[in-house]
């Protein structure tokens, strides 16, 4: 039997700390006391005993200060301890004798070399959990690229809990510059300006003019600022800002939009909603039969400060978008707005003189549609093709690659509407190309009209007409081309 302090020696000092000791250690004492007594020789007997301990407690040491988990650590007890000794175990005592110093340099190896791979492996195991962890971490927080890289497109933007939702959007407050509305909204009036009264006619798609004249917007248009943009970081929020107060000072000189949102997804307010802005140039959109040209006078402008960089991904903010829904909540409130007439610049834009779509190409692809509650217009056949058989060029395509799918749509229908006539499509588009051509120029007639009396009914009372606009800047830009739109 193995005394008190045998014992003692191999269970280890730190032994207590980890509680009871593996059932393989019990086991290797037990082998051990029995292989011992068939060695006579006391010095034989305790030489041999002090290097298997020694062998044992070197094994022990290793693995208990790397493996702190118990049932890994009983594993490699086996492996290592009794797997390892069990050769050992089986010499006669003599053979063991002279074996023994052999055995321990080879065991000294083994544990250097045991104890390297395990902190080899163990630091192996942390690294790629940290980077489990990070990777986790960062997918779950949305950051703004360092290059001024895009948010996620809002189809990937997480569900938010159903809060308490207002019956109606209303005027909660107003202060000097500033109103706060009851959906969570807030527009800044320090830069509203009034402009010219809004006057409209429509038109059917028989070729009726009506002859109403209409002073209420009936659709909401999107757009983009197409003006510089700095990366959403904290290192540059001093050019963000005078980028920002540039471009609104900018859009209030030319009456450009109604509003514009800001990177922070702050409202301003520049046109007043009963003026028209300078925000369409030449455009079409239609609904129930009813076609509208040059889309001034009819739609609120919208304008998201960004780019739209051929709407490879969502280019506005997490802040923008959900200003821009709150915005266009209460706008269609208010007017009374169909959601079919809530439509993007780029699905609107022509170009008269060439026939074609797509003068103006922002959101021509990739507004957000569902996120804001609004029917997918890119589904919808385009008026400007169906009705008055518009084209596109190679530069089109060369943006977009192909065409939104109410544009194949629009085509179709004009197609079988020739059809139907006994015409050839080319014939049929030409006829509406004509159509086109005249409801330009009666509009054109009236927007003159309404200018002359502009200029001269101040005359009477002495005063000086308003300062037209500032001429199209030479700079590149939605806003920039569309400032001179209507001169």
Same mark, same amino acid.
């Given at each position: 039997m193995l005394g008190g302090r045998a014992r003692a020696s191999a269970h280890g000092e730190g032994s207590a700390s980890r509680g009871e000791p593996p059932l393989s250690r019990q086991e290797f004492v037990r082998k051990l006391e029995t292989r011992s007594r068939d060695i006579h020789d006391p010095v034989a007997k305790?030489?041999?005993?002090?290097?298997?301990?020694?062998?044992?407690?070197?094994?022990? @040491?290793?693995?208990?200060?790397?493996?702190?988990?118990?049932?890994?650590?009983?594993s490699l007890y086996w492996l290592f301890s009794l797997r390892g000794l069990r050769q050992f175990l089986a010499m006669t005592p003599m053979a063991a004798q002279d074996?023994?110093?052999?055995?321990?340099?080879?065991?000294?190896?083994?544990?250097?070399?045991?104890?390297?791979?395990?902190?080899?492996?163990?630091?192996?195991?942390?690294?790629?959990?940290?980077?489990?962890?990070?990777q986790r971490s960062?997918?779950?927080?949305?950051?703004?690229?360092?290059?001024?890289?895009?948010?996620?497109?809002?189809?990937?933007?997480?569900?938010?809990?159903?809060?308490?939702?207002?019956?109606?959007?209303?005027?909660?407050?107003?202060?000097?510059?500033?109103?706060?509305?009851?959906?969570g909204l807030r527009i800044d009036t320090t830069y509203e300006v009034a402009g010219e009264h809004r006057r409209y006619r429509v038109f059917l798609e028989d070729g009726t003019l009506l002859a109403n004249v209409y002073d209420k917007p009936v659709g909401?248009?999107?757009?983009?600022?197409?003006?510089?943009?700095?990366?959403?970081?904290?290192?540059?929020?001093?050019?963000?800002?005078?980028?920002?107060?540039?471009l609104?000072?900018?859009?209030?000189?030319?009456?450009?939009?109604?509003?514009?949102?800001?990177?922070?997804?702050?409202?301003?307010?520049?046109?007043?909603?009963?003026? @028209?802005?300078?925000?369409?140039?030449h455009s079409v959109w239609a609904r129930d039969g009813r076609v509208y040209l040059n889309l001034n006078h009819a739609f609120v402008g919208i304008?998201?400060?960004?780019?739209?960089?051929?709407?490879?991904?969502?280019?506005?903010?997490?802040?923008?978008?959900?200003a821009g829904r709150n915005l266009t909540e209460y706008v269609k409130q208010r007017w009374e707005i169909?959601?079919?007439?809530?439509?993007?610049?780029g699905l609107t834009s022509v170009n008269p003189k060439k026939r074609l779509i797509g003068h103006h190409m922002d959101w021509s692809r990739g507004f957000p549609f569902a996120a804001f509650g609004l029917p997918d217009q890119y589904r919808r056949v385009a008026p400007s093709v169906s009705v008055f058989g518009f084209g596109y060029d190679d530069d089109f395509i060369k943006v977009l690659g192909e065409p939104w799918p109410g544009v194949r749509s629009a085509e179709r229908a004009l197609g079988e509407e020739a059809s139907r006539q006994g015409r050839s499509v080319e014939e049929?588009?030409?006829?509406?190309?004509?159509?086109?051509?005249?409801?330009?120029?009666?509009?054109? @007639?009236d927007e003159e009209s309404r200018a002359i009396a502009r200029a001269v009914k101040p005359s009477a009372g002495g005063a000086k007409p308003p300062r037209s606009g500032p001429s199209r800047p030479a700079a590149t830009g939605s806003a920039g081309s569309q400032a001179g739109a209507f001169k």
């Open positions: 305790l030489k041999y005993i002090r290097s298997s301990l020694a062998r044992y407690q070197a094994i022990d @040491k290793a693995v208990g200060q790397v493996i702190p988990w118990t049932p890994a650590r009983r074996a023994v110093e052999e055995r321990r340099r080879s065991a000294l190896i083994l544990r250097r070399g045991f104890a390297v791979g395990l902190a080899v492996a163990l630091a192996l195991g942390i690294a790629g959990a940290m980077q489990r962890l990070s960062s997918s779950e927080t949305p950051v703004m690229a360092a290059g001024g890289g895009l948010p996620p497109v809002a189809e990937e933007l997480p569900a938010l809990p159903q809060g308490v939702a207002p019956a109606a959007v209303w005027r909660v407050e107003k202060g000097e510059g500033f109103e706060q509305y009851s959906n909401i248009l999107f757009h983009t600022s197409e003006s510089d943009i700095w990366p959403l970081e904290a290192a540059f929020n001093e050019n963000l800002r005078d980028s920002s107060q540039r609104l000072r900018y859009v209030q000189r030319g009456r450009l939009y109604h509003y514009l949102i800001d990177r922070f997804g702050r409202v301003y307010r520049v046109a007043d909603e009963g003026s @028209k802005a300078n925000h369409a140039g304008s998201f400060e960004t780019r739209w960089e051929g709407g490879r991904a969502l280019p506005i903010t997490q802040a923008q978008l959900a169909s959601p079919e007439m809530c439509v993007t610049h049929y588009r030409r006829e509406r190309q004509a159509l086109y051509d005249e409801w330009f120029t009666q509009q054109t @007639k």
